[in-house]
């Protein structure tokens, strides 16, 4: 039986510069990956994309031309991939790991950060526990426990909310439920946007929020041109500063 590896990418997906890719994995993540010949990913173009840069640090063991590379069905990537809560079944993603059956190790990788956490993935890593396998999760950037990190937020209860509604209403709706139970518990409250909605998501956010809610932004984390913020919401408000709608950006607040 092969193992399945989780291996991270860099935070500089879609951006306009480019992170080195040493300065933020580690040369035995680098070269663990450079030994796989066989993927599951999010889309087979940016894949090759990330070997490509890998082989410029450890040579890959296979070209890319003979790189076995499997993608993720599309549904999983707008609909996502764990069920739950009276949802539809989750997608079963045994057929796209057959390399493992043979003895081939597997590489998971998604667009940026870690595969299977605010991405999909988790589906093909619940699949190999099913098969058997062993799963091993590669050191590399995870944008949710970097920006917590750097929040001065609660790190010891936090919760992660993914994309947030898209509707006005509704949008405010989920602020003001999370924002309750972070007055009620300290819990610290995580979520993420498609960049060119973090304008609209960030006014949402000063309009909502109370002033004392503490609101930390992180913006294009181990990029060259990184920022981190964290103050309360009222300070926020005396400030003239937006989000940039190009760059990748999390979000959190709490108390």
């Known amino acids: 039986m092969g193992r399945l590896f989780l291996v991270p990418a860099p935070l500089d997906f879609g951006c306009a510069s480019q992170t080195p890719l040493d300065a933020v994995l580690p040369a035995a993540t680098l070269e663990q990956a450079a030994r796989l010949t066989h993927w599951v990913c999010e889309n087979a173009k940016s894949c090759r994309a990330y070997l490509k840069r890998i082989d410029a640090l450890a040579p890959l063991a296979a070209p890319l031309q003979a790189q076995d590379i499997r993608e993720l069905p599309r549904h999983v990537h707008k609909k996502g991939d764990h069920a739950g ?77 993914g994309y947030l509604p898209q509707d006005g209403a509704e949008r405010c709706q989920h602020i003001r439920q999370w924002e309750s139970v972070s007055l009620k518990t300290g819990q610290a409250h995580i979520f993420i946007e498609t960049p060119y909605r973090n304008p609209a998501l ?9 002033p004392g809610t503490r609101l930390a932004v992180a913006s294009g984390l181990t990029l060259a041109d990184a920022a981190i913020q964290s103050r309360s919401v009222a300070d926020w408000r005396r400030q003239t500063w937006q989000p940039d709608k190009h760059v990748p950006t999390v979000f959190a607040f709490g108390q």
């Open 85 to 161: 809560g009276g949802a539809a079944p989750a997608w079963d993603a045994r057929a796209l790991l057959d390399p493992l059956l043979n003895g081939h190790d597997m590489g998971l990788v998604s667009e940026a950060g870690m595969p299977a956490v605010a991405d999909p993935g988790s589906s093909v890593v619940r699949a190999a526990h099913d098969l058997g396998a062993t799963v091993v999760p590669l050191v590399g950037p995870v944008s949710l426990l970097l920006t917590l990190a750097a929040s001065g937020l609660n790190g010891q209860s936090f919760a992660f909310h």
């Open 202 to 210: 960030w006014q949402a956010l000063l309009a909502t929020l109370q």
